[in-house]
């Protein structure tokens, strides 16, 4: 990790050195995009923190394409960043987990170049028992300009974004973004309404001590993640004896393997086989991030940056974590398939 000693770099200022260095013909176009997210998730993190003194806490009585109880705040969030985001010329293609598809912003020719998919307020469940919540984003370049559907122009291998990130609404609120070039995060300094950079280049610990498993699912899991699971709780990877740690809110847990190390997992289930979470805003924004930090991410069978979705709305399961965590997942799931590992040791 790199602490600097300028007294301050907001993340417009990070974002322009960045282009100087990697990009340095940048028309702008990008770092105006990106300061829609902070705008929308500064709106976003006043109203989260404001929660139970206004009238904004509780379903807002409609569910949404997943088939799930949306929140006050999950429309809020959605139509905010939707706001902040239309508004933007560069802008041509937006898709929420909120919205069924993906929506064509009208542009003159030859301008809206980019897309951006996101979850507006992922774990919204947790907001009334004052847990994390945060926003995902992940941002494609539009291949075909012409095409007439959003929906086609999204369904891009997550290997093809451009950006992606989150801003979790936690103790504070921080931004962890990358463009290719690392991970790097900022928090927000209340007082001066700015994103300030706290660490740049990010590195993730080679191991950790903790895994992030919803357990009581864990009857249901292939047995693959059952072997996994009884090699963590047994001390048998890395020789170190893991704990666990479960908020329920992926932006949460995945932050805390980030900065910490370990393993998090949404496994497929016998009645889920493709899992909970959503490959293209949650999963490849993800995945993103942790390979950039020197982590991996799988479905359990193919790296998820190589998946190519198919649908807007895709679910994947998920084991994102660190290097030592995640060959030995590997290595686990080659064991279970070659026989060498029978259900027959699983514990109880
Ligand atoms: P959401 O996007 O509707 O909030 O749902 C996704 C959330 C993730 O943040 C979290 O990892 C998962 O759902 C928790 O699911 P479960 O309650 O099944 O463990
Ligand atoms: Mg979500």
């Given at each position: 990790?790199?602490?600097?000693?300028?007294?301050?770099v907001?993340v417009q200022?990070?974002?322009?050195?960045?282009q100087?260095?990697?990009?340095?013909h940048a028309?702008?176009?990008?770092?105006?995009?990106?300061?829609?997210?902070?705008?929308?998730t500064?709106?976003i993190q006043a109203?989260?923190?404001r929660?139970?003194?206004?009238?904004i806490?509780?379903?807002?009585?409609m569910?949404?394409?997943?088939?799930?109880?949306?929140?006050?705040?999950?429309?809020?969030a959605?139509?905010?960043l939707l706001h902040?985001?239309?508004v933007r010329?560069?802008v041509?293609?937006?898709a929420?987990?909120?919205?069924?598809?993906?929506?064509?912003?009208?542009?003159?020719?030859g301008?809206g170049?980019?897309?951006?998919?996101?979850?507006?307020?992922?774990?919204?469940?947790?907001i009334?028992?004052n847990?994390?919540?945060?926003?995902?984003?992940?941002?494609?370049r539009?291949k075909?300009?012409?095409?007439?559907s959003?929906t086609?122009?999204?369904?891009?291998?997550?290997?093809?974004?451009?950006a992606?990130?989150?801003?979790?609404?936690?103790?504070?609120?921080?931004?962890?973004?990358?463009?290719?070039?690392?991970?790097?995060?900022?928090t927000l300094?209340?007082?001066?309404?700015?994103f300030?950079?706290?660490e740049?280049?990010?590195?993730?610990?080679?191991?950790?001590q903790?895994?992030?498993v919803?357990?009581a699912?864990?009857?249901?899991?292939p047995?693959?993640?059952r072997?996994?699971?009884?090699m963590l709780r047994?001390g048998e990877?890395?020789?170190?004896?893991y704990a666990?740690?479960y908020i329920g809110s992926?932006?949460?847990?995945?932050?805390?393997?980030l900065?910490?190390?370990?393993?998090?997992?949404?496994?497929p289930?016998?009645?889920?086989?493709?899992?909970?979470?959503?490959?293209?805003?949650?999963?490849?924004?993800?995945?993103?991030l942790a390979?950039q930090?020197?982590?991996?991410?799988?479905n359990g069978?193919t790296?998820?940056l190589?998946?190519?979705?198919?649908s807007?709305?895709?679910?994947?399961?998920?084991?994102?974590?660190?290097r030592v965590?995640m060959?030995?997942?590997e290595?686990?799931?080659?064991r279970?398939?070659?026989?060498?590992?029978?259900a027959?040791?699983?514990a109880?």
């Amino acid at each position: 990790m790199h602490r600097r000693e300028d007294p301050i770099v907001t993340v417009q200022q990070h974002i322009k050195e960045q282009q100087n260095l990697h990009a340095p013909h940048a028309t702008g176009e990008f770092s105006w995009l990106l300061s829609g997210i902070t705008l929308a998730t500064k709106m976003i993190q006043a109203k989260v923190r404001r929660a139970g003194l206004t009238d904004i806490v509780g379903t807002a009585g409609m569910v949404n394409v997943q088939g799930e109880s949306q929140q006050k705040l999950d429309v809020y969030a959605n139509l905010v960043l939707l706001h902040c985001l239309g508004v933007r010329d560069c802008v041509g293609i937006l898709a929420s987990e909120e919205n069924e598809d993906a929506v064509l912003l009208k542009r003159s020719p030859g301008i809206g170049k980019y897309a951006v998919v996101f979850d507006p307020l992922d774990g919204s469940s947790n907001i009334d028992v004052n847990v994390s919540v945060g926003t995902i984003f992940s941002i494609l370049r539009r291949k075909d300009p012409h095409l007439e559907s959003g929906t086609d122009e999204v369904l891009q291998a997550g290997s093809e974004q451009v950006a992606a990130g989150y801003v979790l609404y936690g103790s504070s609120t921080v931004m962890v973004y990358t463009s290719g070039n690392g991970v790097h995060m900022f928090t927000l300094d209340p007082s001066i309404g700015a994103f300030v950079l706290s660490e740049e280049h990010l590195n993730m610990p080679h191991q950790g001590q903790y895994y992030s498993v919803n357990e009581a699912y864990r009857d249901a899991f292939p047995d693959e993640y059952r072997h996994y699971l009884q090699m963590l709780r047994r001390g048998e990877i890395g020789n170190k004896r893991y704990a666990s740690r479960y908020i329920g809110s992926l932006v949460s847990d995945f932050h805390r393997t980030l900065l910490k190390g370990g393993v998090f997992l949404y496994p497929p289930t016998a009645s889920h086989h493709h899992g909970k979470l959503r490959l293209l805003y949650e999963a490849n924004p993800i995945a993103m991030l942790a390979e950039q930090a020197g982590g991996a991410a799988t479905n359990g069978e193919t790296r998820i940056l190589d998946i190519v979705p198919n649908s807007v709305h895709q679910r994947t399961p998920l084991v994102v974590g660190s290097r030592v965590e995640m060959g030995a997942f590997e290595e686990c799931r080659r064991r279970v398939r070659a026989g060498e590992l029978l259900a027959s040791s699983l514990a109880d």
